[in-house]
């Protein structure tokens, strides 16, 4: 067996033959799945059937930040829905086995473009309909009534806005280490321009891209085979979805060059849908008003930047696996500064 940090496949296996016999049978082996900077995501295999196993990153884990059980949860209730998800075979919440909450579920066949180079390489109209679909899908999921899909009590969408700001600012102080220039301003303006939360709906918390599968074979047209990375998924306001989308966008036309490597710059492909297009077909799918997008655009940077802080923090402390760290910290102040700009 071999057994990549913080995956005891020998542990795992006993496990997974109580809780789905015959799943894997025979000797395991395992890997790190590069590009998760947050919870950890590997993908095990007999030689017959994959499947992905995610559990909280290790050494400094924020509280309610990795939650297994609601990520897991709301994967299995989504399974009838319009959104696409992976089949799910059991969650861990017994820390003796990986030393940390785990579950278990499906490989889904797909390619979670985070990069314009492999984007661009498929052609113009093949991007602009890979990211429609992306739109069209997060109107999907802002389409499911959670209480027919046994999630009516995942969230409380009132006050949403004003505890996602609260939140927000407590998961900065557990990880903040350094100055933070313009960070207590951006803090205290959206304090005090909070808006009405809108009507509540599941809202993923960190919708784009490359928490998405695509599967670009030619039998399947480019179709979205998979939502991943629901840990931060709640009841919410779901313009907050639609903003962080955009946040990303902006953040990698800003960055440019800069941003190969940190965060995904899959917006700078030919044929990407632009900010207004995403806003409209958004808008037209859903029968939602997006006309006041400001304030959730600059919660979206804050709460980019916490995520990015987090992960700097850990990397700095030898707690992060994988590469693609180095320069995670220099990209804080931008995001509080495009924060501030909206």
């Known amino acids: 067996m071999s057994t990549p940090e913080g995956l005891d496949l020998d542990a795992f296996a006993r496990w997974l033959d109580e809780q789905a016999p015959g799943l894997l049978v025979g000797p395991l082996e395992a890997s790190l799945i590069t590009g998760g900077k947050s919870n950890l995501t590997y993908a095990v295999t007999d030689g017959r059937r994959d499947v992905i196993v995610r559990r909280p990153p290790l050494g400094h884990v924020l509280a309610t930040a990795h939650d ?17 998800v992976p089949a799910t075979y059991g969650l861990c919440q017994d820390d003796t086995v990986l030393g940390a909450p785990f579950y278990v579920m499906e490989r889904v066949v797909g390619t979670p473009f985070a990069r314009a180079s492999d984007l661009a390489a498929l052609g113009e109209q093949r991007v602009r309909t890979i990211t429609e679909r992306m739109v069209d899908v997060l109107a999907d999921l802002h389409a499911v009534v959670p209480e027919q899909v046994e ?28 100055d933070l220039p313009g960070m207590d301003e951006l803090i205290a303006r959206l304090d005090a ?21 695509v599967d670009a074979s030619p039998e399947c047209g480019d179709r979205v085979t998979a939502v991943l990375d629901w840990e931060m998924s709640t009841l919410g306001d779901p313009l907050t979805d639609v903003a962080v989308l955009l946040a990303y966008q902006q953040l990698a036309e800003a960055a440019g060059d800069a941003a190969a490597g940190l965060v995904t710059d899959a917006a700078q492909a030919p044929g990407y849908l632009s900010r207004e297009e995403v806003l409209a077909r958004y808008a037209q799918r859903s029968g939602r008003d997006v006309s006041d997008i400001d304030f959730h655009l600059a919660l979206a940077f804050f709460k980019l930047a916490v995520i990015l802080e987090g992960i700097h923090f850990r990397h700095s402390h030898g707690q992060t696996l994988g590469a693609g760290f180095d320069g995670i910290g220099d990209l804080i102040e931008p995001l509080i500064q495009a924060g501030l700009r909206a």
């Open 193 to 213: 321009s909070i808006p009405t939360s809108g009507e509540g709906t599941v809202v993923h918390g960190d919708y784009r891209l490359d928490n998405l599968l």
């Open 151 to 178: 999630l009516g009590d995942f969230g409380r969408p009132d006050g949403y806005l004003e505890r996602q700001v609260r939140r927000w600012k407590k998961q900065l102080d557990a990880s903040r280490s350094r």
């Open 68 to 84: 297994m059980a609601r990520e897991h949860r709301v994967i299995t209730a989504l399974a009838d829905t319009a959104v696409p």
